[in-house]
């Protein structure tokens, strides 16, 4: 029998995983799993709880929670060489890398994705000794994604980012950067970099509409210096995906990338605090494998087989 090992976050999406554990639990028993759950108790625990149910044989294991417990989950299974397929049940505010999956945000919906056994391998990245499998950046408004209480998040949702982000709007300035890339360096003063891995960062679904999470590479966007007026115009334009033909706009597609800052600029990685610059960012490719939807397995298939059709 295969075994499962559920880590959850309890305080995440106003705690209604846990009203839902005996159900879920019975499902993957259900599906053939035998299953247990870890119940994650501070910062850094779902990565040793992860680490030890790959040490234990688990072969599978499912996250669920925000984005936050995901990237502790996956820190604490890709530095193995064998590696248990992930699933993911979303309950967090943003739940850019579930939604990039096209997984539903209903945990029943969720729970039956996973044990459906559609999977595929996907990247993630790495940043210096930390992995991550949405986005890492710098830059201050980078920031607010860390600095927003979880108990206004849980309250607020979504909308206590942007109250978040208004209030920090005066204090953006540009910082001078240097950037490598796969062939190309790049100076500037920027206001921000994101090195990002899927199309739905931060909330924005369309900040990287080219993402692809086989292709080995990172979507690079770099906003360089510019008045506040122009940061919301561009704000504005990402919100549909019109941002990238701006002259203040950088975007390039890189499978390594190097940042040095001249001052002081702190890494987001999936939005939480992830040290300071400088960084080294690698494309792990098809590093892990996730559960995840048939339409989206679909989907990537139709792409694949697409240019054929052409010729």
Known sequence: MKKARI?????SGREVFKKELANVLQSFEQAGY??????????GDAIQAASHAVEQGFDVIVAVGGDGTINEVINGVAPFENRPKLGVIPTGTTNDFARALGIPRDIKKAVKVIVEDVSMPLDIGKVNDRYFMNIAGGGRLTELTYEVPSKLKTMLGQLAYYMKGMEMLPSLKPIAARIELDDEVIEEDIMLFLVGNTNSIGGFEKLAPDADLEDGLFDVIILKKTN?????RIASLALRGAHLGVKQIVYRKSSYVKVHADEKMQLNIDGEYGGLLPGEFVNLNKHIEFFVPESFKGKRLLLETEPDEEQ
């Open 34 to 43: 035998e299953t247990s759950a870890h119940a994650t108790t501070c910062e």
């Open 7 to 11: 880590i959850y976050n309890p305080t």
């Open 228 to 232: 506040l007026a122009e940061f919301i």
